[in-house]
């Protein structure tokens, strides 16, 4: 199992020389991959009532690529993953380049972890259409691959025409590996067809080994070994010991998890809402506070 963590960007904040050190201290703790979470328009949660609570205009996101062209610069062997990237709320093409050059940048280290969003006014801030999402990333996925696979392509679709066109430089993995977060009938089924891996969000209790046992009917009977597809769930450090951290840890392994990301962020998943959201308690503001943490961590769990 991959222990990697959960990129701290609401705590570290957006001066260059934190998220420098953060990212070399932990591959220097020997963590696999850095996930990434995305965010392009934040709302004032105060005008969408009827939301429950994500994040909002107050959290501060880097973008994620221009993120990754920087880290790619300052590491030399972490992995780097969207976990998840809002992909129905952007230019396929254009994210196909910008995922292309990350990974050329970074020596072929890139995961791109997508999903599909779930407030209407965020899509309506870029300029996209919410209705549908689910079958434009299906879509969205396809031309992606073709666009990282092939100098040349030709692609027409219900969203997407591309006439004799293609992207340079072609991504160092041919095709970048795509993982889904989410575990909705719909997305299942997606990930079971089409995805390289998968980024839950659930407790791996009974209920959460019953989604893994449905993941697994559902990649069966599309011909899929379920071993082929990947497993990143993501841990909470903050307000748990070292027992609980391995007991999680060994938890997850028993329902199949192959990376683990460890989040020292103050966040807490929301099974009714289906998200993360902000916790109250304790929160850690310096990159030396987050490191050392991760240090403990990692002495915990690593040989998993």
């Known amino acids: 199992m991959q222990v990697g963590v959960i990129f701290p960007q609401l705590d570290i904040g957006a001066e260059p020389g934190p998220v420098r050190d953060y990212a070399q201290g932990v591959e220097g703790l020997g963590f ?9 328009v934040g709302l004032d949660r105060r005008q969408f009532a009827r939301w429950p609570y994500v994040h909002d205009h107050e959290d501060l996101f880097h973008e994620v690529f221009v993120l990754f062209g920087f880290l790619a610069g300052l590491t030399s062997r972490i992995g780097l993953a969207t976990g998840v990237l809002v992909l129905p709320q952007r230019q396929t093409a254009l994210v196909a380049k910008q995922a292309a050059e990350v990974d050329v940048l970074s020596g072929g280290r890139l995961r791109l972890g997508i999903g599909v969003g779930i407030k209407p006014e965020e899509f309506e801030a870029l300029e996209i259409a919410y209705p549908r999402r689910g079958r434009r990333c299906e879509e969205q996925m396809a031309l992606m691959r073709a666009l990282w696979t092939n100098e040349l392509v030709d692609f027409e679709g219900e969203w997407h025409r591309v006439r004799h066109g293609g992207i340079n430089p072609l991504p160092v993995q041919r095709p970048i590996p795509i993982w ?62 070292p027992e609980q951290w391995r007991e999680d840890a060994l938890a997850w392994r028993a329902l199949g998890a192959t990376h683990l990301s460890a989040n020292t962020m103050q966040e807490e998943w929301d099974e009714a809402a289906g998200m993360w959201s902000k916790a109250a308690g304790e929160r850690i503001e310096r990159v030396e506070d987050h490191l ?13």
């Open 180 to 241: 889904i977060g989410g575990h909705s009938p719909p997305v299942l089924d997606r990930i079971a067809r089409s995805a390289s891996g998968w980024m839950p969000n659930f407790e791996p209790d009974e209920e959460g080994a019953a989604i893994v046992a449905r993941l697994h009917e559902r990649a069966r009977a599309h011909g899929r070994d379920p071993a082929d597809i990947g497993f990143e769930p993501t841990v909470n450090v903050l307000g748990r010991t």
């Open 32 to 40: 696999t991959h850095i996930t990434v979470f995305d965010q392009v």
């Open 292 to 304: 050392a943490l991760l240090e403990r961590y990692i002495d915990v769990v690593g040989d998993l």
